[in-house]
């Protein structure tokens, strides 16, 4: 279609240069596979919520720790479904930082971010949570960084999305809001309100 445009308005660059653009980005958003819709968000972050809270009754013994950085937007949206279904002083809320647990530290430039536990998760029966499930190594990281705010009694993963291809750990999630399968050369992108336009997963 590029060489037609040259074709018929050979000397119009503008327009050419305006078709394109056009051409380029519709190519690019025909790459784009939604998973999840706006509502479709709204709709798995509520019962990611109802069947942590099914497992946890009124979160007895129970603590919500969200991973940094990108984790944090999913696991702020678990804690205000929760808040509408039990008391707010009934949730212990944290988040974690894994930087420099991760296996790749070394290899990479990496920026801490803030980790927030202002309790012990000693005994207690903690529910980790992230936005996407794919090789297990944040998790793995997050699990060996947890064990400097005590042992937990049990550790549980809820996530918004597992890519079940390429695992390279022996880790599964207990929550997950979809499951997908990918290939490596692909790249899932979640998309928080606030963040980004609207909140939407898709695939790349």
Known sequence: MVSHVRIIIPHCCGIFCWCTRLNYFSAKLILLKSLLTEQQVALTVKRLAHQVLENHLQL?????????PRGIYLSDRIVDELAKLVQPAQIKYGKLDI????????????????????????????????????????????????????RPDKVELCVLIDRRFSREFPIQADYVGRTIDTFASQKVLVQWKGKDVKDEVVLV
């Open 60 to 68: 007895q013994d129970t603590v919500l720790i969200g991973i940094q």
């Open 99 to 150: 930087t420099f647990y991760r296996d790749d530290v070394r290899r990479e430039l990496k920026f801490a971010n803030k980790t927030d536990i202002p309790f012990s998760i000693e005994n207690k029966q903690v529910v980790i949570i992230d936005d996407v499930l794919w090789t297990g190594r944040t998790i793995r990281a997050a699990m060996d960084a947890l064990l400097d705010f005590g």
